[in-house]
């Protein structure tokens, strides 16, 4: 580790953001740094282990939050090279064209971006290519224009779920394949072939993969990059405080704390922040100084403000007929996306989540004991299951925000009632149909071991907004390019700079992101 080394670019965080964006850079033969908090994730069999992951929260990071009210709580994060990509479902959508304009939800307005869809699509379809997204364009009627098509076919739907779509087409519907990001080679019937990386198993969503077979940015992007000899990654690397020069334009030093517990300054000539919406904005905040006293690039005082998380449900519904599907995450519904005949304004998305185990379901069972037949053995209403995730759009509120205490704890300030009317419909038009799907009519339980044992603002994963882009310097924090208004060397690269976050899973639009920087940056280093 040579800390007196200089570098073109250091990259701080190896997630969706910033480790797409260290394999875009790779290939420019300039020096490149990664800094990740974290370490590599342990390989073992507790990877694949319900209790170990959902009930025992294993990988969770070991430290807590606090709410508006001084209330301590576990936040949704993981550090490891990867970022929560390690973690997440591999749902990989794209934005609608409707949420990068001003879009009217019952309770408020969701800005328009200062980029347009045309501008990303480009890149979303890099993003797809690059991430071995598995899916069919054309099927989503409310889904944009594509200039490529998915690089892979849709994961196949297993029995239950194929049944599933067909009953959702009866009633009208346009069900359609899920883009997933997986390393899938299927036969005719969808099964995994021998040579395949991923084996169709059911640990698909919340756990890590034992396989590497799951398109997480450790496998996709910062593996790959590494093999470049200008690509270096140092882990436990925990970045403290970005230092500027006497003018406050440029920084000079990246603070870093070392897993040893020694400290040292790195420098580069470009510095990307990517730690994850709340942490990027805590970096920043921390990073005050005479000529930035209310913290770097926040001039606008929009620096930790405007937090996004989405308002989602997730939701567990008893089929009539056991469902023995291993490989569940293959369906989406977004015909209420943008309205319904009977409300004028956005609703959001419905979307299958990974299946349920007896176990995960034991973990919930004090919380819904006896809802359904007292009789029933976790493990027979684990084999009836059938598992939703809903999405809708929450607004960005300057007083939806990050800071940091006099004692440095992280407080979180949240209003959970924030546009929660098209989350409600959205699930009364699920609860509406279950009858007609095959689903016990009044069996549709809170599935909260995916949202943090249902604490909506431990619920961290879709975590966004916080370092918002835009054209005027009064009212964002970056530029359309990502980089700080008030300095000249300093991007941030992560959800961070999301102004709206629509009702979709943000992971892909971050790597689209990522790239599109990413040419910026290589034009620039050039």
């Known amino acids: ?35 990740e908090r974290g370490d590599r994730l342990p390989r073992e069999r507790d990877n694949w282990d319900s209790t170990a992951v959902f009930v025992k929260g294993r990988y969770r990071a070991p430290e807590y939050w606090y709410d508006k009210d001084g209330n301590a709580f576990p936040p949704e994060v993981n550090y ?23 879009l009217r939800h019952h309770d408020g307005v969701s800005p328009a971006w200062p980029i347009d869809y045309q501008d990303l699509e480009p890149y979303y379809t890099r993003a797809e290519q690059l991430y071995l997204v598995h899916g069919r364009h054309g099927e989503d009627p409310t889904e944009g224009p594509a200039s490529g098509q998915y690089p892979f076919p849709p994961v196949e739907h297993e029995p239950r779920i194929q049944q599933l779509s067909d009953d959702l087409e009866k009633h009208g519907l346009h069900p359609f394949h899920l883009p997933i990001g997986v390393n899938l080679t299927q036969d005719e019937h969808g099964r995994a072939v021998h040579g395949s990386a991923c084996i169709r198993c059911d640990r698909v969503d919340g756990f890590p993969c034992l396989l590497g077979a799951k398109s997480d ?24 405080r970005l230092e500027t020069d006497p003018t406050g334009r440029t920084v000079t030093a990246v603070a870093t704390e070392l897993g040893d517990g020694s400290t040292a300054e790195f420098t580069a000539d470009i510095v990307v922040v990517a ?67 009977d ?15 007896a176990e995960q379901i034991h973990g919930e069972a004090p919380r819904w004991a006896g809802a359904v037949t007292p009789d029933m053995p976790f493990e027979v209403l684990a084999h009836h299951a059938v598992d939703f995730w809903l999405c809708s759009e929450d607004l960005p509120h300057p007083d939806n925000r990050v800071t940091l205490d006099a004692d440095g704890n992280v407080r979180l300030t949240l209003d959970e009632k924030n546009n929660v009317t098209g989350l409600k419909r959205l699930r009364h038009k699920l609860q509406g ?13 809170p599935h909260s071991l995916y949202l943090h044992k249902g604490m909506p603002i431990g619920a961290t994963a879709h975590q966004a907004g916080t370092v918002r882009f835009g054209t005027d310097p009064a009212s964002s924090a970056l530029d359309v390019n990502c980089k700080a208004h008030d300095l000249d060397n300093l991007y941030v690269v992560d959800t961070s700079f999301f102004p709206s976050i629509g009702a979709v899973n943000p992971s892909l639009t971050a790597i689209a992101n990522a790239l599109r920087v990413g040419d910026h940056l290589a034009d620039r280093l050039r």
């Open 1 to 35: 580790m040579a800390g007196d080394q200089h570098y073109d670019v250091i990259i701080i965080g190896t997630g969706a953001g910033g480790g797409t964006l260290a394999h875009r850079l790779a290939s420019t033969g300039k020096r490149i740094l990664l800094l």
């Open 80 to 102: 490891y090279v990867g970022g929560n990509t390690k973690f997440y479902g591999a749902a990989l959508f794209r934005l609608r064209p409707e949420d990068f304009g001003e």
């Open 217 to 240: 940015a450790e496998v996709i992007c910062v593996d790959p990059a590494l093999r470049n000899d200008n690509v270096t990654m140092i882990t436990t690397a925990n970045v403290r």
């Open 275 to 341: 730690c994850g919406a709340v942490n990027s904005a805590l970096l920043l905040l921390r990073s005050s100084n005479d000529r930035h006293p209310a913290g770097l690039a926040n001039s606008s005082d929009v620096v930790g403000r405007h937090y996004l998380r989405h308002n989602n449900l997730a939701l567990m519904a008893v089929s009539k007929e056991p469902n023995p599907t291993a490989f569940q995450k293959t369906l989406a519904l977004h015909d209420w996306y943008l309205g319904a005949d």
């Open 343 to 357: 409300w004028d304004h956005p609703l959001g998305g419905i979307q299958m989540l990974g299946k349920s185990d």
């Open 433 to 445: 149909m279950l009858g007609q799907l095959g689903l016990h009519q009044h069996h549709l339980l």
